[in-house]
């Protein structure tokens, strides 16, 4: 089952038909501990939608949860992050942080600061080395339980890290700096290790970037992650935690101001933003 926000309220999809919900608050709905049972039981007295696209009429899946991620949960990102920090000797930071017990957690973003579906992203002004990082991101609830699953896109501006390790805020958290949506998929189970995860970059028509990676390749496990986070921590309204990338485009790769990205996780469908460069 899969749960969208939209301008009209809550929509469900449900066995490929769409039906929009009674009148819900979003924060309540989404922090549910039995919400597979109140979507189930909504859907009945819910109107039937003939007309509805994801990457148009839904919204990001967010009301006023915080988005936090992890970092360095993949091989393929220790490796990158080891190669940009080496000059400014913080390479030997991440390698450490991939083999630890406590996984890098970190605040990604407010509400405000999150695109949803077809949406604009940012690349910073002062940043001339940006990529986009696809991760399947957890809905917790305010109770630490994982209660759904969407897709995130963990905008990164790699000079800025590489800098130094400490400026990892200012290359992660700023205006428009992260993607979710288009749905929350909504299931007790947690999502087979073989799913995967594919982003494709477009620009001026033309595919420049594709990869793909798997959650075999997750080194941590996504409960491990929300028990790290939720240690001397809160979330009234639930949060968003993006697990970590295992896709990284090249050294020689960055963004570009109307690049088109596309993020897909099979059972959740395909997350598309555009890119334009902050003029804040």
Do not use: H, I
């Given at each position: 089952m899969k749960l969208y926000k939209t301008e009209n309220g809550p929509v469900i999809e449900h066995r490929s038909e769409f039906y929009q919900l009674p009148e819900t608050d979003w924060d309540v709905l989404i922090n549910r501990s039995d919400i597979e049972i109140v979507l189930t039981s909504l859907t009945r007295r819910a109107i039937r939608l003939y007309r509805f696209s994801p990457e148009t009429d839904a919204l990001a899946p967010i009301g006023n949860q915080e988005v936090w991620a992890a970092g360095v949960t993949y091989y393929r990102s220790r490796a990158a992050?080891?190669?940009?920090?080496?000059?400014a000797g913080g390479g030997d930071f991440y390698d450490r942080v991939y083999s630890a017990a406590r996984p890098e957690l970190f605040f990604k973003a407010t509400p405000h600061r999150v695109a949803g579906p077809g949406q604009n992203l940012r690349i910073r002004r002062d940043s001339k080395w940006n990529v986009p990082e696809p991760e399947l991101a957890l809905l917790v609830n305010s109770l630490g339980q994982i209660i759904g699953y969407t897709i995130g896109n963990d905008m990164s501006s790699r000079d800025i890290e590489g800098e130094n390790p400490l400026y990892l805020p200012q290359a992660k958290v700023y205006a428009q700096c992260c993607g979710l949506g288009p749905a929350i998929?909504?299931?007790?189970?947690?999502?087979d290790p073989a799913t995967g995860i594919e982003i494709e970059i477009i620009r001026d028509g033309a595919t420049v970037f594709h990869g793909h990676t798997d959650l075999t390749n997750l080194k941590r496990r996504p409960q491990e992650l929300v028990e790290y986070l939720f240690r001397d921590n809160v979330f009234p309204y639930g949060c968003f935690l993006l697990t970590g990338t295992g896709v990284v485009p090249p050294d020689d790769f960055t963004l570009a101001v109307e690049d088109e990205v596309r993020i897909t996780i099979e059972p959740i469908g395909t997350l598309v933003n555009y890119v334009t460069q902050s003029e804040i």
């Open positions: 992050r080891m190669e940009e920090s080496k000059s998929l909504v299931c007790e189970q947690p999502l």
